[in-house]
T-cell receptor, first 111, second 110 residues
Framework: AQRVTQPEKLLSVFKGAPVELKCNYSYSGSPELFWYVQYSRQRLQLLLRHISRESIKGFTADLNKGETSFHLKKPFAQEEDSAMYYCALSDGGGSNYKLTFGKGTLLTVNP | NAGVTQTPKFQVLKTGQSMTLQCAQDMNHEYMSWYRQDPGMGLRLIHYSVGAGITDQGEVPNGYNVSRSTTEDFPLRLLSAAPSQTSVYFC?????????FGQGTRLTVV
């Protein structure tokens, strides 16, 4: 069974400080990992995925298969980064993709 | 291109009532799904569909029914509402592995 663990429910940092949102997973195959973000009163949207190896809004995430982790990082947090962040894993089997989400981390960036 | 549209945005039901949450997408995506979002629980998959006429259960299907008669629509039916079904419900459609979400329906069962 696949599982996604986000150990921190709440994370509070000051503007300009580095931020790291942790995500660990368990999966027997080759996973595809994502970070989704939900800003206040908005719908969930894809932030980034590990296969793209891209930086979105200053955020990066590296898949570490040895540690089964996919932590989200940003060197200098901004107030507009305050949101709920969900790590998600896809089983990617054929066309029957299922997304399994972690419980989410609420990030608050204080001025 | 409206993406994924959910109606209603808010709903209050009495225990035992039934209702249908509507979800429509205009992106011609085959894969659609319903999640519920509860504090401290994240998003949990209720039901999903890989195409018209094909549905399957997710993690928390009890008390919910779905059908998929067209590619565009994927309604979620609450058969007999219970207070435990108070939640925010999200519909999503998939292109490959990227999910597109609706704005959610906030349901309260009293």
């Amino acid at each position: 069974a696949q599982r996604v663990t986000q150990p921190e429910k709440l994370l509070s940092v000051f503007k300009g400080a580095p931020v790291e949102l942790k995500c660990n997973y368990s999966y027997s195959g080759s996973p595809e990992l994502f970070w989704y973000v939900q800003y206040s009163r908005q719908r969930l949207q894809l932030l980034l995925r590990h296969i793209s190896r891209e930086s979105i809004k200053g955020f990066t995430a590296d898949l570490n298969k040895g540690e089964t982790s996919f932590h989200l990082k940003k060197p200098f947090a901004q107030e507009e980064d305050s949101a709920m962040y969900y790590c998600a894993l896809s089983d990617g089997g054929g066309s029957n993709y299922k997304l399994t989400f972690g419980k989410g981390t609420l990030l608050t960036v204080n001025p | 291109n409206a993406g994924v549209t959910q109606t209603p945005k808010f709903q209050v039901l009495k225990t035992g009532q039934s209702m249908t949450l509507q979800c429509a997408q205009d992106m011609n995506h085959e894969y659609m799904s319903w999640y519920r979002q509860d504090p401290g629980m994240g998003l949990r998959l209720i039901h999903y569909s890989v195409g018209a006429g094909i549905t399957d259960q997710g993690e928390v299907p009890n008390g919910y029914n779905v059908s998929r008669s067209t590619t565009e629509d994927f309604p979620l039916r609450l058969l007999s509402a219970a207070p435990s079904q108070t939640s925010v419900y999200f519909c999503a459609s998939r292109r490959g592995t990227e999910a597109f979400f609706g704005q959610g329906t906030r349901l309260t069962v009293v």
